[in-house]
C-alpha cells in the first residue's frame, strides 16, 4: 500500500530540506525586448546539446535580477497562482474556477514519492509549484484544498483509511470531490460531480464510470513503476474504489485533530523577494543536473524510493563574497564549498541567527530537518560556494529551444552561454536582392527558435505565416514583429520594399503553325510590361534544349524557325528566369492552302502510308473537307469526306496495298480544289 498512495501518520516528521524564495518574474510579466531593464535570450542550439542554461556574471558588480524561462517565473504569492489560473484557457466554455483548479495541480505536479514523509514546504503552494512538482495524494489534496480555500469555497479534507487522500469543495450545495493525484473526477448518476460520500455509498462509478477520462500512457517522465502512467493504472481501478469504501476521516472530524498538516501553512506576508543576486565571476544553472537521485528522508529510502525525475537551479559564488541571499520559495537541497551560512531564525526547530560551517554536521543536519526559514541566508566563502536549489521540472519545462528572460539593473552586462540576445529581426532575401521574380522571393529574419513570427504585407497581417520565412510574391512593404508564444510582441523589424520584376508567365499553343520565312514571338503585351522596368532582360530561344545562336535584346526578340521541333523561348535578368513552355513548331507547306486551310501531307514520297492534316488559317467552322487519292489511270482508292471545325483535322493514309509509282491527292475545301502529287517508294 504505502508504495502506491501516501500513508497518513500522526508520528513525528523528519525533513531532508530547506527553502529559500526566488526571483523569477510571474508568468508573462516581463516588458518587451526594448526595454532597459530586460534582456531575452534564445538558445542557438537544441537544448539537449547544451543541457542548462548557464548565466555569467563578467561584471565587477553584483547583478539584482529577475528571470523566467518560457514566460514562467516564480509565482512570488498565492494569490499570483490564483490569477494564473483565472488566465488559463477553458477546455470548455464556463470551465469553473475549481475545475481549474484542480486541472492546474493535475498539470504542475506529478505523482512519486514526496521527499520527507511529512514537510511543511510539500503543503506549501509556492514551494510545491515554484520548486517541487512531485509528491504523493496527500501534497495533490492540499494544493486543491488550499486553492480553494483562497477563492473562498468551504473545503473538506479526507483520509480514506490510509490509503489514499482526496479532498472536497462544497459548490452549488453540494460536495464535489476533484482528485489531482489520480488525475479524475467521477459522476454521480445524476451526471453530477460525485462528493467523497457518494461514492463510498456506490464505488461502481469508480470502478463502472459513466464516463471515463483518456490519460497518456507515454512514460513521459521516464520513470520507474507505479510511478510511470500512475493514473492510468489506478484512477479506476478496485484499490482505489476499496479506499473509498473503507474507514474515512474528514478534516471536520474531531479525531482528525493535527494528521491534517497541509493547511496551516503560512507565506511571507508581503511575499517571496523577486531578485537573484548574482556575485561578480558566479554563475547560474537552470536546469542543472545531479548524477545521482535526490536525498529523501531515512523513512523512503528504507522503502527504496528514489526521486529521479527533477530539475535543478544552482547558484555558484566565487571565493571572497560576501552578503545576503534573497528569501526565495526554492527548496535548497545541497550546499557545498569553503565557507559560512548564517541562517536567520525561523518558526520551526531553531528560533535564532546561527551560524554554521559549510560541509559541518550541524549545517548538513539543518538541511535535512524540520527547518523553515524566515529570511535569506547570509553567505561567507571562503572558497567557492554552491547552493543547489530545486525547481519545478513541470512548471519550468525545457523545450527544445527555449525563451529566457532577464529583467534588472545591469542585465545587459550578463552573459548566457549558448544563448544569443533577442534584438529586432532582421530580414534578408535568399539572393541578396529586393526583386521579386516569378515563383516568389524568399524572405529570412533573424531566427529565433523559441519565439513566434507575424509578417505584414503593406501593413496588413498575411494570415498563416509564422515561421521565420516566407516566400514574397508582390511588390511593397514587408516587415515581420516577433512575440512570445503568449502573445506579447518582444521586436520588430523595418520595413523591406521589394519590386516585381516578374516575368509574365510565357505561354504558347501546345502547337505553333508557321509557313517558310514566318516569324514567332513574345507577345507586345509581355515586352512592354519587361522594357518598362530597364531590367536589362535578354530573350534566348532553345530548340530541343540547344541554343539557337546568341541571346537578344528584346529589342530583337522575333525568331523564324527553320525546321519542326520542340521549341522554349527563356527570358532572364540579373536577377530573375522565365522560361516558356515548350511547344511544337510545325512548318506548313507554304503553296497548299486551299480555300482557308492548310494541306500539310507527309512524308512524300512515302512507303507504307503518308499522313495528312488539314489546318484551319482562318474561321473555317463547317466547310466541308473532302480528299481523295487516285493513280495515274484515275482509279480512285482512298476517299474521305469531313465538316471542317477551328482546329486541325489529321489523318493517316495506309498506302501499303497500291504499287509503288506515281499518285494523286486531290483536296476539296468548299468548293475549290487542288492536286497534290505523292511518289510512293
Known amino acids: 500500500m504505502e508504495a502506491l498512495f501516501e500513508v497518513v501518520r500522526k508520528a ?17 510579466t516581463y ?19 547544451l543541457g542548462a542554461i548557464e548565466i555569467i556574471n563578467p561584471s565587477e558588480k553584483d547583478i539584482r535580477f529577475r528571470f523566467s524561462v518560457n514566460e514562467r517565473g516564480l509565482f512570488k504569492t498565492s494569490d499570483e497562482i490564483i490569477a494564473f489560473i483565472e488566465t488559463m484557457p477553458e477546455e470548455y466554455p464556463g470551465e469553473s474556477m475549481i475545475r481549474k483548479v484542480w486541472r492546474f495541480t493535475r498539470s504542475f505536479r506529478y505523482h512519486n514519492v514526496p521527499l520527507a514523509e511529512h514537510c511543511w514546504y510539500s503543503s506549501n503552494p509556492l514551494t510545491m509549484f515554484n520548486s517541487l512538482g512531485f509528491g504523493f495524494c496527500g501534497e495533490a489534496a492540499a494544493m486543491n484544498y488550499i486553492l480553494w480555500s483562497k477563492l473562498g469555497y468551504p473545503v473538506r479534507y479526507w483520509d480514506l483509511g490510509g490509503i489514499h487522500v482526496v479532498s472536497e469543495v462544497f459548490h452549488n450545495g453540494r460536495w464535489e470531490m476533484y482528485d489531482s493525484d489520480c488525475e479524475v473526477y467521477y459522476l454521480n448518476r445524476e451526471n453530477l460531480v460525485a462528493g467523497v460520500e457518494e461514492l463510498a455509498m456506490d464505488t461502481t462509478l469508480i470502478t463502472e464510470p459513466l464516463s471515463a477520462f483518456t490519460f497518456d500512457t507515454l512514460n ?6 507505479p510511478a510511470a502512467n500512475y493514473a492510468y493504472q489506478y484512477a479506476y481501478s478496485r484499490l482505489v474504489a476499496t479506499a473509498y469504501a473503507g474507514p474515512k476521516i474528514s478534516s471536520e472530524d474531531p479525531e482528525r485533530q493535527n494528521t491534517c498538516r497541509y493547511v496551516n501553512y503560512m507565506e511571507p506576508p508581503n511575499g517571496y523577494d523577486d531578485e537573484l543576486i548574482l556575485p561578480p565571476g ?21 522503502a527504496g524510493w528514489e526521486i529521479e525525475y527533477f530539475a535543478s537551479l544552482s547558484l555558484t559564488i566565487p571565493a571572497g563574497w560576501k552578503g545576503t541571499l534573497p528569501f526565495l520559495p526554492l527548496i535548497v537541497h545541497s550546499i557545498s564549498g569553503s565557507g559560512t551560512i548564517t541562517i536567520p531564525g525561523n518558526n520551526g526547530m531553531r528560533y535564532f541567527v546561527e551560524t554554521l560551517e559549510i560541509g559541518s ?8 530537518s524540520y527547518w523553515s526559514p524566515t529570511g535569506g541566508m547570509e553567505v561567507d566563502a571562503v572558497g567557492d560556494v554552491t547552493i543547489e536549489f530545486l525547481i519545478n521540472p513541470l512548471w519550468f519545462n525545457k523545450l527544445p529551444y527555449n525563451l529566457l528572460s532577464l529583467s534588472g539593473e545591469g542585465v545587459e552586462e550578463l552573459q ?12 534578408k ?30 501593413g496588413e497581417i498575411i494570415a498563416g505565416e509564422e515561421s521565420s520565412n516566407i516566400i514574397a510574391y508582390k511588390e511593397g512593404n514587408y516587415h515581420v514583429r516577433i512575440r512570445t508564444p503568449s502573445g506579447r510582441y518582444v521586436g520588430q523589424s523595418p520595413p523591406i520594399y521589394l519590386r516585381d520584376f516578374a516575368i509574365p508567365e510565357i505561354e504558347f499553343p501546345q502547337e505553333v503553325y508557321a509557313f517558310p520565312d514566318e516569324s514567332i514571338d513574345l507577345s507586345e503585351d509581355i515586352k512592354e510590361y519587361m522594357l518598362e522596368q530597364d531590367a536589362g532582360f535578354e530573350l534566348q530561344w532553345m530548340h530541343y534544349g540547344e541554343k539557337l545562336g546568341a541571346p537578344r535584346t528584346l529589342s530583337n526578340t522575333e525568331l523564324i524557325p527553320t525546321r519542326n521541333g520542340l521549341y522554349q523561348a527563356v527570358v532572364s535578368s540579373d536577377y530573375c528566369t522565365q522560361v516558356s513552355n515548350p511547344f511544337y513548331v510545325v512548318l506548313m507547306n507554304e503553296n497548299y492552302s486551299v480555300n482557308g486551310v492548310n494541306v500539310r501531307f507527309f512524308p512524300n514520297p512515302f512507303v507504307d502510308k503518308f499522313y495528312l492534316e488539314f489546318i484551319p488559317l482562318d474561321n473555317n467552322s463547317g466547310k466541308m473537307i473532302s480528299a481523295w487519292l487516285h493513280d495515274s489511270y484515275g482509279r480512285e482508292i482512298w476517299r474521305v469526306d469531313h465538316s471542317m471545325a477551328d482546329q486541325k483535322y489529321e489523318i493517316e493514309v495506309d498506302g501499303f496495298g497500291p504499287p509503288s509509282g506515281l499518285y494523286l491527292l486531290e483536296v476539296d475545301v468548299g468548293g475549290e480544289r487542288r492536286t497534290i502529287k505523292l511518289i510512293k517508294r
Do not use: M, Q
Open 282 to 302: 558566479g554563475k547560474i544553472k537552470i536546469w542543472d543536473r545531479r548524477s545521482a537521485p535526490l536525498v529523501v528522508s531515512p523513512y523512503n529510502r528504507d
Open 429 to 458: 532575401t535568399a539572393d541578396g536582392s529586393d526583386i521579386i521574380c516569378f515563383g516568389g522571393l524568399e524572405l529570412n529574419a533573424t531566427h529565433y527558435g523559441a519565439l513566434d513570427y507575424v509578417w505584414y504585407y503593406n
Open 361 to 368: 554536521f550541524e549545517l548538513n543536519s539543518l538541511l535535512e
Open 12 to 28: 513525528p516528521v523528519v525533513l531532508s530540506i530547506v527553502v529559500i524564495a526566488a526571483p523569477l518574474l510571474f508568468c508573462g
Open 31 to 49: 516588458a518587451a525586448a526594448t526595454d532597459n531593464d530586460t534582456v531575452l535570450f534564445v538558445n542557438t542550439a537544441d537544448i539537449s546539446e
Open 416 to 427: 548566457v552561454n549558448g544563448f544569443v540576445r533577442v534584438e529586432d529581426p532582421d530580414i
Open 220 to 225: 513521459v517522465f521516464s520513470l520507474s513503476p
